[in-house]
């Protein structure tokens, strides 16, 4: 009886060079890392690039032009870096020129530059290079902790309420998100069986929404446990946003809804939100638009509401502009005439299944373009 030769293992040193390229792409392939490529420059020239006065360009010639546009985004970059490290940056761009040319004596050769001034320079870049990767993993560690702690403001599995099935799902554009989605129970505050929806959306990305968003959260909370109705509830938090918005600069567009199971009645108000759409069992669609304007910009202006009465197979889809803004890599919006074709083809099929075709669809639509925005979905399926 033979047995199957088996295969030589790979010699030590391919060994050795395929962990290591394992280790710096951490398994990605080449087009993978190539379109992160890709999406972290165009960010990163979105960034520099708004700095760029153009209207500065006018009446010059092409050449003029592309050397006055490397000058703005050369400055636009060293302005970023602290005063220390624009130094630092300087100094080794300096000593890279310099190394191309040569000055001749009288009775010899002086060299100015030459190799030794391209190292030199080369080394301080890498130094420069540790400091700021350094000041990355910092400020990525703690907005590592941010998001865990915004993991806690919001529901990670919905709540098992008789009646209803509930789905959700949230995607940050950066590690942190403005969206705010939340589904509670009002037992606690003595209104039956009723739920409340809310779902917000802060005006920014990043840090800065994220904070205001876990600031929403605090007021809703509060207020949840202490409104005497809805009008009064959405007032409360419109006034605390006031408080907090720097003059409307942060306001804040939400969906809130009181929904009652039992006798399959929802109550609203649209606070400049994206309409939430209603699609009946008989296929039927209704915009949930009544409202006001976004929370923060006026703290006495009134919110009008609506109330739906819904039936067995009705579906509640509430969402944020991130949904029907993603864009693929030809500019073009998924839209709500794409996310609707979506519900009409999700049939009778449970919340869980409908966000997940809606994200399957979405994403198949947007392919390997970044991210731009917060996506959060959710979807409410009455039985």
Request: overall charge neutral.
């Amino acid at each position: 009886m033979t047995t199957a030769a088996q295969p030589a293992p790979p010699p030590p040193a391919r060994r050795k060079v395929k962990d290591f390229w394992a280790r710096v792409t951490e398994g990605m392939q080449l087009n993978q890392l190539w379109s992160q490529f890709l999406s972290e420059a165009r960010t990163s020239y979105g960034l520099y690039s708004r700095e760029l006065k153009r209207a500065d360009l006018e009446g010059m010639t092409r050449i003029q032009r592309g050397t006055e546009l490397g000058k703005q985004f050369f400055w636009a970059v060293v302005m970023k870096l602290s005063p220390a490290r624009r130094v630092i940056l300087l100094a080794a761009v300096l000593m890279i020129v310099i190394s191309g040319f040569q000055v001749r004596a009288v009775d010899g050769r002086l060299t100015l530059g030459g190799q030794g001034l391209a190292v030199w320079g080369g080394l301080l870049l890498l130094v420069l290079l540790v400091l700021e990767v350094a000041d990355r993993v910092t400020m990525k560690r703690d907005l590592e902790i941010a998001r865990e702690i915004q993991g806690w403001l919001v529901p990670q599995q919905p709540p098992q309420v008789p009646g209803i099935e509930v789905a959700f799902v949230s995607r940050p554009a950066n590690t942190v998100a403005g969206d705010y989605y939340d589904v509670l129970p009002m037992l606690a505050a003595g209104r039956g069986d009723r739920v409340l929806l809310a779902m917000a959306d802060v005006a920014g990305k990043s840090l800065p929404a994220a904070l205001l968003m876990a600031t929403f959260h605090a007021s809703l909370r509060t207020l949840a446990a202490t409104a005497g109705s809805l009008a009064e509830l959405v007032q409360g938090v419109n006034r605390y946003a006031c408080a907090h918005s720097r003059n409307g600069q942060r306001f804040t567009t939400a969906f809130l809804a009181l929904l009652d199971p039992a006798r399959r009645e929802l109550l609203y108000t649209n606070a400049g939100h994206n309409a939430p759409i209603l699609m009946r069992s008989s296929g039927n669609l209704e915009r949930l638009v009544a409202g006001g304007l976004p929370l923060g910009i006026d703290a006495e202006r009134p919110y009008e509401s609506d109330s739906k009465t819904l039936q067995s197979g009705d579906l509640l889809v509430i969402f944020t502009d991130g949904v029907v803004e993603a864009v693929n890599r030809r500019g073009e919006e998924f839209e709500e005439g794409r996310l609707i074709s979506s519900l009409m083809r999700c049939g009778r099929s449970s919340a869980q299944e409908v966000v997940q075709t809606l994200m399957r669809e979405m994403d198949s639509f947007v392919g390997d373009a970044s991210q731009h925005d917060d996506i959060t979905c959710m979807v409410v399926r009455i039985c």
